[in-house]
Nanobody, 118 residues
């Protein structure tokens, strides 16, 4: 099983980006999907979570600006980021609890870099 995160890039303050996290392999289903980020010199922090039934939770710093969603048929999670601020600059990682044939395992994607700068 692999998680691949992509969609990062350079964007001006106030701009938008959409990150995607695609899971591939022998997957039965995906439980929670999480997006984390790690800014230079800081600890990794949880940004947003979506459960298998679509319940969402956000860090206070991104509420009202970021939206997490998922497409179960495509084994894909998304993070729509609007009104981006320089402090959103970080490497963003997706993380998911993946149901395999015999167990549930937690996987991390490789990270995608987001830079918010003018």
């Amino acid at each position: 099983v692999q998680l691949q995160a992509f969609g990062g890039g350079l964007v001006q303050p106030g701009g938008s980006l959409r990150l995607s996290c695609v899971a591939s392999g022998s997957i039965v289903s995906i439980n929670a999907i999480n997006w984390y980020r790690q800014a230079p010199g800081k600890q990794r922090e949880l940004v947003a979570t979506i459960t298998s039934v679509g319940s969402t939770n956000y860090a206070d710093s991104v509420k009202g600006r970021f939206t997490i969603s998922r497409d179960n048929a495509k084994n894909t999670g998304y993070l729509q980021m609007n009104s981006l601020k320089p402090e959103d600059t970080a490497v963003y990682y997706c993380n998911a609890d993946v149901r395999l044939l015999w167990e549930v395992r937690n996987y991390w994607g490789q990270g995608t870099e987001v830079t918010v700068s003018s």
